[in-house]
């Protein structure tokens, strides 16, 4: 498993915010080649990295 190697700013909103902000962070990081294409991701360590659950990840 590859290991990521960005680290955003934890998020404190809640509900569709949370979820919306995470995407465009995850949009984000792909775009910029901070999780490259075609790699394998781990949603506990997105969700660790990005200081959610798991649930609101999913969403995102």
């Known amino acids: ?5 960005f680290a955003p700013e ?3 909103s809640q509900g569709r915010m949370l979820t919306e902000n995470v995407f465009k962070q995850i949009q984000t ?5 901070q999780i490259p294409a075609g790699s394998k991701i781990s949603e506990p360590e997105l969700a660790r990295i990005y200081g ?3 649930g609101p990840l999913r969403e995102a």
């Open 10 to 12: 934890p998020f404190q």
């Open 29 to 33: 990081a792909i775009f910029l080649g």
């Open 1 to 5: 498993m590859q290991y990521l190697t």
């Open 52 to 54: 959610i659950s798991r």
